[in-house]
């Protein structure tokens, strides 16, 4: 459902939009016409166990049913009133909820504390729409982080008292993380920040795919190696995109 006062998108089964309150016209006639519903079956069968009834005693049942129709609907009228209540008290505490979530979201941002980002939105499960911004630059500084953890590993490698060959053995498996990590990195920043949402992190999305252009390009890979990266699945060669950090880390430690 789209809000017509607002624009937000909500689930078709509220009677109310949780952010401007605006009336679900089709919602709430369902909600009515289900309530009436009830009452008249209620009412059909009392009416019919009355046709058994001497005239005298069906016209104390009649008041009976009078009494019990204007009971349920005074309780239904008060139910109603309570629904409306609780469901704006709601709102209202979802409302300041996310937007505590979001100012402290932003705050780390600004201070650009990704690894506490990660760990606040997973810790408070914010994987919604309104928090898109922060989990996309979370998905990325994780690759980046992946990144720097395997040329750790490889560099640590380097400095052991192997054989080469044994080395670039080692290696391996981290060599090729560390071009599959700066492929997702490239591939994935791109797709964000051209998505069709303005997300105000596109600029930091921007930072994070020439970051890692720049480092590819020290490493001496050219554009089209790069592109290749980018485009890292299995079917690419691999042996000479790795055979470069062999020479970076290894050859020349």
Request: proline share 1%; glycine share 4%; with cysteine.
């Amino acid at each position: 459902m789209i809000c017509k006062s607002c624009g937000a998108e909500y689930d078709n089964a509220c009677i109310r939009c949780p952010y401007c309150e605006t009336e679900n016209s089709e919602a709430m006639g369902k909600w009515k016409k289900g309530i009436l519903q009830n009452y008249d079956r209620e009412a059909a069968g009392i009416r019919k166990e009355m046709e058994n009834y001497p005239q005298k005693t069906a016209e104390k049942q009649t008041k009976k049913i009078v009494f019990i129709v204007g009971l349920l609907a005074i309780i239904g009228i008060f139910l109603t009133f309570l629904f409306i209540m609780f469901g704006k008290l709601s709102v209202r505490i979802q409302y300041k909820q996310e937007q505590a979530h979001l100012n402290r979201l932003e705050e780390l941002y600004q201070e650009e504390k990704y690894q506490e980002i990660d760990e606040y939105i997973r810790k408070n499960d914010l994987f919604g729409r309104n928090y898109q911004k922060y989990v996309q630059v979370v998905n990325i500084n994780k690759a980046i982080e992946g990144m720097d953890a395997d040329l750790e590993k490889i560099q640590m490698i380097a400095a052991e008292n192997f054989s080469m060959e044994e080395k670039i053995v080692q290696c391996d498996y981290w060599m090729n993380d560390v071009l599959y990590q700066a492929g997702y990195v490239l591939r994935t920043s791109r797709e964000y920040a051209d998505d069709q949402f303005f997300l105000e992190n596109e600029q930091v999305l921007k930072k994070f795919y020439v970051d890692c252009v720049k480092k590819l390009v020290e490493w001496g890979y050219t554009e089209d190696e790069i592109s290749q990266i980018t485009q890292w699945d299995e079917d690419i060669e691999k042996k000479d995109l790795v055979q470069k950090l062999v020479v970076l880390f290894l050859e020349n430690d």
